[in-house]
């Protein structure tokens, strides 16, 4: 992040949405959203993923922002934090696909430093959210974004086509967002 400001901005409405501000959290959400995206390619392009990966890791991103929001420490910059999950999220899914992804000294260093542990509240809330979607959305989003399937293993176990599963999967997660905003007013 080379904007300070811009990064404060970013800060504080993830201080409020944490507080329960959902107006704050969709703000959050909605800016940052480019910037993971390109970041994302940018991420791609480095580990030499496909572009088409980039918005797979996007999605990722997004639920972890949403999952894991309680443990990015708000005296620290959320830009390092964010671009810590998108590097995560991608090395993920290039070791799901079988795929080798070398990462720097500093990267490995910034990752220990990262305190990734999902509290009780957290797991009770992925539990609520996900038990309000329909099969195969749950199933499909358990398989991949928590026990970390590749696409192509929950289709064949759910004997569905890979591009059903990643439709599915963007449905479902579009359907959790709109949960958790309904469930913050």
């Known amino acids: 992040m080379n904007n300070p400001a811009r990064e404060e901005q970013w800060a504080s409405w993830m201080r409020s949405a944490i507080a329960g501000d959902s107006r704050d959290y969709h703000k959050l959400l909605t800016a940052v ?4 995206r390109a970041m994302a390619r940018r991420r791609c392009s480095q580990f030499g993923a496909p572009a088409s990966e980039a918005e797979d890791v996007v999605q990722e991103v997004l639920l972890a922002i949403h999952l894991k929001r309680g443990t990015w420490d708000s005296s620290r910059a959320l830009g390092p934090w964010m671009a ?11 070791r799901r696909r079988g795929r080798q ?3 720097s000294l500093e ?4 990752t220990l430093e990262s305190d990734e542990r999902v509290d009780v509240s957290d797991r009770m809330d992925i539990e609520q959210l996900l038990g309000r979607l329909k099969d195969p959305q749950k199933t499909i989003v358990q398989s991949i974004s928590i026990e970390g399937s590749s696409v192509r293993e929950t289709a064949e176990r759910l004997k569905m086509t890979e591009v059903a599963v990643r439709v599915s999967l963007h449905r479902a997660l ?3 967002s709109a949960l958790y905003s309904e469930q913050m007013r």
Do not use: F, G
């Open 33 to 36: 959203t480019p910037h993971l």
């Open 84 to 94: 810590a999950l998108v590097r995560n999220k991608l090395i993920d899914s290039l």
């Open 101 to 103: 992804a070398s990462v």
């Open 107 to 110: 990267d490995v260093v910034a």
């Open 174 to 176: 579009k359907a959790l």
